[in-house]
């Protein structure tokens, strides 16, 4: 046993990546790594918009993640069990099932619940990819007679009103994938023609934090696919045949949702927590009262995006600081925020975007075709066979 322990909260993008470059700076024998998360195999969330379209048992084994393995090559201990809270100045961690663990240093990354209750009559029963079973349960209610009228809509989320700038959604790329998925899978099952597509979000314009090329990109492709797109969407309340808005109501028959993002219920009324959910940080994504507290992912309280991309890079940048802390040797830079999507938009192509336009920056790429298909297949089936310990960016 090592003389000190580092405690990661979460076991997907933001927690995997922080365990793999933990284990590149630190020997079995000078850290132990306890890993603790409520699902005991981890899932790869991208993958889930294939939800549109595959059958139902076809969803989740593609991006299905048991982890014993990859736990026991890299000497972690796994807990599987539910976070209910900390206490910062003792350094502990508090479970449902097990006694508090102690940490050396804490790494948060345990994303955002989902906020179904937000909206008056909205529910994971409306349809929703975030998790597997809810895929799965997505793709079963779209098999036996393919929706008339869908409805793909994402939530707002509930952030900072600091953050600069401000962002309406959560994560808008998975919505924009799967309307376009399923538009194409109608198409090549002959129903297009009879069936309505509608795409809301409540952001100002499609695609917010991507740079104007990718917005332009998307708008020409929805347009021209004949999928309506409603911007600035106010949800009042959902009903089974409804979606009603502040100013109008959408008639709907199916329907998928990225619910609303609220942060991390198990931080509310924690000492580490920004008030409304979210861990403030600064770019090493450290902790501004908390030096032995890193969050990274999608809990960090700022208005970065919320991908699995930024989880990775920021875990690098967390790790990196806290051992070059420690050993006093230089720091890595601070995280600069940038939008990377890789979308499937059917029939074998896909869109590429790496922008930090929205963020300040100058720096915007858009690929279209097969190519952005291709990696994206070849990223999935790589970082679900690795268990998600890819050889990560530099
Ligand atoms: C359908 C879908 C498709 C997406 N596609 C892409 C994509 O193509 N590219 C991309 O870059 N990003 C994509 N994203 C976004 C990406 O998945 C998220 O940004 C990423 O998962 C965030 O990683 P994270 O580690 O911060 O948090 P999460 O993935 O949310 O993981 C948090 C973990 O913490 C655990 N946890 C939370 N609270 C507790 C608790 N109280 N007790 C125990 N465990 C807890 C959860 O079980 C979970 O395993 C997609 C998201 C969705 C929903």
């Known amino acids: 046993m090592a003389t000190r322990q580092a405690v ?10 922080v365990v793999t470059w933990l284990r590149r ?5 000078t850290l132990d790594i306890v890993v603790i998360d409520r699902w005991e195999e981890t899932i790869y969330r991208p993958g889930l918009v294939h939800a549109m379209t595959v059958e139902p048992l076809q969803v989740v084994p593609p991006v299905r993640m048991a982890m014993a393995a990859f736990w026991k090559r890299h000497h972690v201990q796994f807990i599987h069990d539910t976070i209910t809270g900390l206490d910062p100045q003792r350094r502990q961690i508090y479970t449902v099932s097990h006694p508090p663990i ?15 209750d937000t909206v008056d009559g909205l ?9 597997g079973y809810l895929a799965r349960q997505t793709a079963s209610n779209l098999t036996p007679r393919p929706p008339r009228r869908m409805v793909f809509a994402a939530g707002m989320i509930h952030g900072n009103p600091a953050w600069t700038p401000q962002i309406s959604v959560g994560c808008e790329c998975p919505l924009l994938e799967s309307a376009l998925l399923w538009e194409d899978r109608l198409r090549r099952s002959g129903l297009r ?3 309505d597509i509608v795409v809301l979000t409540p952001a100002a314009t499609i695609a917010e934090s991507a740079g104007p090329q990718a917005q332009q990109w998307l708008r020409q492709a929805f347009s021209r696919r004949g999928i309506r797109v409603i911007t600035g969407a106010s949800y009042k309340k959902v ?12 008639d709907y028959n199916g329907s998928l949702w990225i619910p609303p993002y609220i942060g991390a219920s198990w931080l509310r009324g924690s000492a580490i927590e920004d008030g409304y959910g979210w861990i403030p940080t600064d770019g090493y994504l450290n902790h501004p009262d908390y030096p032995d507290i890193y969050a990274v992912g999608d809990v960090a309280s700022h208005p970065w995006p919320k991908m699995g991309h930024s989880a990775m890079v920021q875990a690098r940048i967390a790790v990196r600081h806290w051992y070059g802390v420690q050993t006093h040797r230089p720091l890595p830079r601070p ?11 059917g029939g074998g192509r896909g869109l590429f975007v790496q922008s930090d336009v929205f963020y300040g920056g100058t720096r915007e790429i858009v690929h279209s075709g097969y190519w952005p298909w291709a990696a994206k297949q070849i990223f999935q089936k790589t970082y679900v066979s690795l268990r998600g310990a890819l050889p990560l960016m530099p």
Do not use: N
């Open 8 to 17: 990661v909260l979460g076991a997907r993008f933001g927690g995997l990546a």
């Open 25 to 29: 700076v630190y020997s079995p024998q």
């Open 102 to 116: 102690s940490y050396a240093a804490l790494f948060v990354a345990t994303g955002s619940d989902p906020g179904w």
């Open 123 to 131: 529910g994971p029963h409306r349809g929703g990819i975030c998790e």
């Open 193 to 195: 023609e009879d069936a």
């Open 239 to 250: 009903t089974d045949s409804e979606v009603i808005l502040a100013d109008r109501r959408i």
């Open 335 to 345: 995280y600069h925020p940038e939008l990377l999507w890789a979308m499937d938009t």
